[in-house]
């Protein structure tokens, strides 16, 4: 198994220990400078090509970053080495709001705000910004090991993806697809910006349910009062209506009569309109058009006028009266006061509800009616729905399928104008002599439709999800059909957060689908969130935070990619232990100590190579062994075929670990010391061919770890990384070695329990019987009768039909196959005994004080969710360590 790179000369042997760091530092160094990650575009092969999520300029390697990136790395080198021609797209994404903060906050540490620079040289300042602090986590990325071809890095806002954007802007609003007008959005008052409805995050909030009386007077002079509550009763001031349903029986004789506002000296109307519930609290509902979706789309049904109340900074604004001035929060509990003192104020109750907050700086976004640019996006999410429905786009898993549909038909035009400076402006100009709007790619001179020069731009920038909704296009060179174009779009697959879901995929589906006639992938993989360890939200003010960066220093990088892998189960979860990323850190050594082993044997002869294909070898072992890792490879290539990550990463731990080292090693040490050449030759040759495919297989998972180590093996060989990826051999399944293998480490596994039960010193030689009836199994552990009597340290080893058990004999039965070792003179009982007991007090001791703890209700109840959690992990560890210890006590008194 060679590839075609440049030899690798390395002569020095294995460390002792696996040096991480620095095996990282020169193995990404040696990568790049060879530009190992390049895409190729060779005839007649197959392609495979990713886009990466382009994450924010701004941002930091987070845990998010971390597995996402992993997975796809995974797949890129897969794909890679099976000989694809394969591409992964990396760049970054200019995030208007995110980075213009940024830069804000900078100026501001300066006594500067961004009027005090002007647009330009804004614009300036935030480039530089980039230039100087953009790259973090780009460096971060590769850090990690992340196999992109870095010389095609893009940005949102570079020359040809800026180019794209202003195309497909142009070529909308030509189509009738893009339009500006007057309707309700989202507006954060802290951005002064609009946003979209997947930019504004709804999180439950402990709030108050205002319950507000409103006198009713009708034309007959009928007085009575309606009462409508509310968590905002500051909007009140904006009310133009009040509605109820019109099948309501209570207020059938209300129907047209008018309202007096309170605090106002205005009257507003009773309205009918079936959007009201009925069953919900009062069945009468204040209607404040400017501050409320479904406000104003009941307004539009009514002829109701439009009254703000608010400015663009959450301010009271003159409609307010005397409130003018006021910030809406400190308002809120003036009008309450003041609905209190006169009488208005009914009740006020505890209500948790969602609030929706700005994505970016959390603060809690204002309905708010303004004229904004929007996309018509029923057309372009018809044609998405159509391509998930007919399967030319598969999600993965596939209970998202539900999620999707039902978020598309209920899909809201999109609002695309964002009130900011650092973005790709809208191409838009209005012409200051005829007052008509230019729409244009390349900037305009004159106006063409009177010939004046006097043009005016558009203020506001596009939403940023509008330059990546282009991504798999744009940088492959659209509008240009490049030869990246035709050979790499459609992408292979998406991999993502589910919760971008809506933000983006959807998105790049319509565009692709729309300008391209094409998907704009075929897969979509969403992975879940990485949380803790009890399954909650990572967050700073938490304090339970997992940062790659310190994971990657502490473990390495490779330890962190595994333990991500590992728990990266479709439709499941993502709990993360640091305690399972040190696990995972000793799975990585005991695969180097298992090179170690390898190079030892290996290094003696330099003419050793790999067992051919056409060549089966005589011992059991090997065969068996060349039979399980074909049989790993079927599952690892299945589990990255169908994206089940977990599975690929627990079909390698499980034959590294398990077969190969605790069985596989230790099986052919004899083999290896062998005064037979061909026996030793034959342990040779098929340790190298099972350690090369083995070394393959981890490759995508953990790459650096894996290339030291193939750069250590004997041959001329080049970089792992681009040598094939295993293909299982018909030929060498064995399924008659299996079996043997099987009874064989059956029988030594239940003759190693015997002795940890017994807790025998780990040198102390058994005497052991075998009984079994069966002719063939019984000739089968004759024949190696020597293997097992090492493997369990026996000195002695009867193989018989049949025999006696004595009473001071451990015992055990597998298959159909009776294990006795005698224990008489192996163990002082006394002692064990006295040792336990001892040991069984103190735990009895421990786990009754944490047990008294925990019964403490207000322990319970006032600690730290963490410490309560943390007590309780120890009670179950104590009480399973306490259930040992007495399964230990009865064994020994049973000895007596």
């Known amino acids: 198994m060679e590839s075609s790179a440049q030899p690798l000369a390395n002569n020095t042997g294995l460390s002792k220990t696996y040096?991480?760091?620095?095996?990282?530092?020169?193995?990404?160094?040696?990568?790049?400078?060879?530009?190992?990650?390049?895409?190729?575009?060779?005839?007649?092969?197959?392609?495979?090509?990713?886009?990466?999520?382009?994450?924010?300029?701004t941002g930091?390697?987070?845990?998010?970053?971390?597995?996402?990136?992993?997975l796809q790395d995974i797949l890129v080198r897969y794909h890679r080495m099976r000989g694809d021609n394969t591409l992964w797209v990396p760049g970054t994404d200019h995030a208007g709001i995110a980075t213009q903060n940024v830069v804000e906050r900078q100026l501001a540490s300066e006594g500067k705000n961004r009027h005090d620079l002007g647009r330009d040289a804004f614009i300036?300042?935030?480039?530089?910004?980039?230039?100087?602090?953009?790259?973090?986590?780009?460096?971060?990325?590769?850090?990690?090991?992340?196999?992109?071809?870095?010389?095609?890095?893009?940005?949102?806002?570079?020359?040809?993806?800026?180019?794209?954007?202003?195309?497909?802007?142009?070529?909308?609003y030509h189509e009738g697809l893009i339009y500006k007008g007057s309707y309700i959005i989202n507006w954060c008052p802290r951005c002064h910006t609009a946003l979209a409805d997947d930019e504004v995050d709804h999180e439950e909030s402990d709030g108050t349910l205002y319950h507000l009386r409103y006198p009713v007077t009708n034309d007959a002079g009928e007085a009575g009062d309606v009462v409508v509550a509310t968590t905002r009763p500051e909007t009140m001031l904006g009310d133009t209506a009040v509605a109820v349903h019109p099948e309501d029986e209570r207020y059938r004789h209300l129907h047209g009569a008018m309202i007096e506002l309170p605090l106002t000296g205005r009257t507003i109307p009773i309205i009918c309109d079936s959007y009201v519930e009925r069953e919900f609290g009062t069945g009468a509902l204040k209607v404040t058009p400017a501050h409320d979706r479904n406000d104003y789309e009941m307004a539009l049904r009514h002829q109701l006028p439009q009254l703000k109340i608010l400015d663009d900074s959450g301010v009271m604004n003159e409609n307010a009266g005397a409130y003018a001035g006021q910030d809406r929060f400190a308002c809120r509990k003036q009008i309450v006061a003041d609905l209190k003192a006169q009488g208005f104020l009914v009740k006020e109750e505890a209500y948790r509800h969602a609030v929706g907050g700005c994505y970016r700086c959390h603060t809690v976004i204002e309905p708010n009616v303004s004229e904004q640019w929007f996309v018509s996006v029923r057309p372009l999410a018809d044609k998405a729905v159509a391509a998930v429905q007919s399967s030319r786009i598969n999600i993965y898993p596939d209970t998202w399928y539900k999620t999707f549909y039902n978020w598309m038909d209920n899909i809201r035009d999109w609002c695309i104008s964002r009130q900011i400076w650092w973005g790709h402006r809208i191409p838009a100009w209005t012409c200051a002599a005829c007052s008509k709007v230019i729409v244009a790619v390349d900037d305009p001179d004159v106006c063409p439709f009177c010939g004046s020069s006097s043009l005016t731009q558009e203020e506001d920038v596009l939403d940023t999800w509008f330059s990546s909704a282009l991504w798999p296009f744009s940088t492959l060179g659209w509008p240009q059909q490049t030869k990246e174009l035709a050979t790499f779009y459609p992408t292979s697959v998406l991999i993502t957060s589910f919760d971008i879901l809506f933000f983006w995929v959807a998105r790049m589906m319509m565009m692709g689908l729309h300008f391209l006639d094409e998907v704009p992938?075929?897969?979509?993989?969403?992975?879940?969130?990485?949380?803790?360890?009890?399954?909650?939200?990572?967050?700073?003010?938490?304090?339970?935070?997992?940062?790659?960066?310190?994971?990657?220093?502490?473990?390495?990088?490779?330890?962190?990619r595994f333990t991500l892998t590992a728990f990266a189960a479709q439709g499941r979860e993502i709990r993360?232990?640091?305690?399972?990323?040190?696990?995972?850190?000793?799975?990585?050594?005991?695969?180097?100590?298992?090179?170690?082993?390898?190079?030892?044997?290996l290094s003696q002869d330099a003419s050793i190579r790999p067992l051919v294909d056409d060549v089966h070898p005589k011992g059991l072992a090997h065969r068996w062994i060349l039979s399980r890792v074909n049989a790993t490879i079927r599952e690892v290539r299945a589990a990255l075929d169908h994206y089940n990550f977990n599975e690929a990463a627990s079909s390698c731990y499980q034959f590294v670990w398990h077969y190969f080292c605790d069985w596989y090693l230790e099986w052919i040490k004899p083999d290896l010391f062998s005064k037979d050449a061909a026996v030793v030759a034959e342990a040779r040759a098929t340790l190298l061919g099972v350690f090369e495919q083995t070394l393959a297989l981890l490759h995508p998972i953990i790459p650096f770890v894996t290339e030291e180590i193939w750069s250590h093996l004997?041959?001329?060989?080049?970089?792992?990384?681009?040598?094939?990826?295993?293909?299982?051999?018909?030929?060498?399944?064995?399924?008659?070695?299996?079996?043997?293998?099987?009874?064989?480490?059956?029988?030594?596994?239940?003759?190693?329990?015997?002795?940890?039960e017994a807790e025998l010193h780990p040198g102390a030689q058994i005497k052991a019987s075998i009984f079994c009836a069966n002719?063939?199994?019984?000739?089968?552990?004759?024949?190696?009768?020597?293997?097992?009597?090492?493997?369990?340290?026996?000195?002695?080893?009867?193989?018989?039909?049949?025999?006696?058990?004595?009473?001071?004999?451990?015992?055990?039965?597998?298959?159909?196959?009776?294990?006795?070792?005698?224990?008489?003179?192996?163990?002082?009982?006394?002692?064990?005994?006295?040792?336990?007991?001892?040991?069984?007090?103190r735990l009895e001791l421990e786990l009754n004080r944490i047990n008294t703890k925990l019964a403490n209700e207000q322990f319970v109840a006032k600690a730290p969710p963490a410490v309560v959690a943390k007590e309780r992990e120890k009670a179950l560890e104590l009480a399973t360590r306490l259930e040992k210890i007495l399964e230990s006590i009865n064994r020994m008194q049973a000895l007596r």
């Open 714 to 756: 004997p041959g001329e060989r080049g970089l792992l990384m681009l040598a094939p990826f295993p293909e299982a051999r018909p030929e060498r399944d064995d399924a008659q070695a299996e079996e043997e293998m099987g009874l064989l480490m059956e029988v030594i596994s239940g003759l190693r329990t015997i002795r940890t």
């Open 775 to 841: 002719t063939d199994k019984r000739t089968i552990l004759q024949r190696h009768r020597s293997d097992i009597m090492a493997l369990v340290r026996a000195s002695e080893l009867d193989i018989a039909e049949a025999g006696g058990v004595p009473n001071d004999a451990g015992h055990a039965l597998v298959q159909d196959v009776e294990l006795v070792v005698p224990l008489k003179g192996l163990i002082d009982v006394a002692a064990e005994l006295e040792k336990l007991n001892k040991e069984q007090a």
């Open 60 to 70: 930091v390697l987070h845990i998010g970053h971390a597995l996402n990136n992993t």
């Open 576 to 601: 993360l232990d640091e305690e399972r990323v040190d696990g995972y850190r000793r799975f990585i050594n005991k695969l180097w100590n298992a090179a170690r082993f390898a190079e030892m044997h």
């Open 521 to 560: 992938f075929k897969d979509v993989y969403l992975h879940a969130l990485v949380r803790d360890k009890f399954g909650k939200k990572m967050s700073k003010s938490t304090g339970n935070v997992i940062d790659p960066l310190d994971m990657i220093a502490q473990y390495g990088t490779d330890a962190l």
């Open 124 to 172: 300036e300042r935030v480039w530089q910004w980039r230039s100087e602090k953009g790259g973090a986590i780009v460096k971060q990325l590769k850090r990690l090991g992340a196999s992109c071809d870095w010389d095609r890095e893009r940005f949102t806002m570079d020359d040809g993806l800026s180019r794209a954007v202003r195309e497909v802007f142009v070529r909308l």
């Open 19 to 57: 040096e991480f760091s620095e095996v990282e530092k020169r193995w990404l160094a040696r990568w790049l400078d060879e530009k190992a990650f390049a895409a190729t575009m060779e005839p007649g092969k197959a392609s495979f090509s990713v886009v990466i999520p382009p994450p924010n300029v």
